[in-house]
């Protein structure tokens, strides 16, 4: 996937398929009876989610930013302590966003994120998703976890609640 088109101009002028952050439900009964994993069939959620929260863990626990330091984290990413805790004991599944909140503040470089995106659920799709365009614009431009709530407010994706 090209990337290098990916600007706050291609933001603004191209029409994207939905906003990114929610999916219908996507289920495919012909593959049922294969296992997963198997002949590039995707992993279940849950599988999924293990691996992303594995991923979450190591990412924290690394020296380089986060030395298992929450206010370092929640200062970069705007993960607070309590819901880091949550996802790290796989008490709540990792969201999209909080997805996106640790790609841009930590900040990992575009494969790294594209990784984590899929272990989510949903790959990185700047060309179809509002979410992912944003996402993909502020990782290129090296936005600290402020310039992306500003970029994702101007372009009405609202992030918490």
Request: charged share 25%; proline share 6%; with cysteine.
């Amino acid at each position: 996937m090209d990337f290098s088109k990916i600007d706050k101009d291609y933001i603004r002028n191209h029409t994207f398929s939905s906003d990114g952050l929610t999916f219908p439900e996507e289920r495919n009964t012909a593959t049922a009876m294969l296992r997963p994993g198997d002949a590039g069939l995707p992993l279940p959620s849950a599988k999924k989610q293990i691996l992303l929260q594995r991923e979450f863990s190591r990412i924290f626990a690394a020296p380089i930013p986060y030395d298992g330091n929450f206010t370092k984290l929640e200062t970069r990413t705007g993960l607070t302590e309590a819901i880091m805790r949550k996802y790290l004991r796989n008490k709540r599944p990792i969201t999209r966003v909080a997805v996106a909140k640790l790609c841009v503040g930590t900040p990992l470089t575009l494969e790294q994120s594209m990784k984590l995106f899929t272990m989510q659920g949903h790959s990185l799709e700047p060309e179809e998703q509002l979410f992912d365009c944003i996402v993909v614009d502020a990782i290129k431009c090296g936005d600290d976890i402020g310039k992306f709530y500003e970029s994702c407010a101007s372009f009405g994706i609202q992030l918490d609640k």
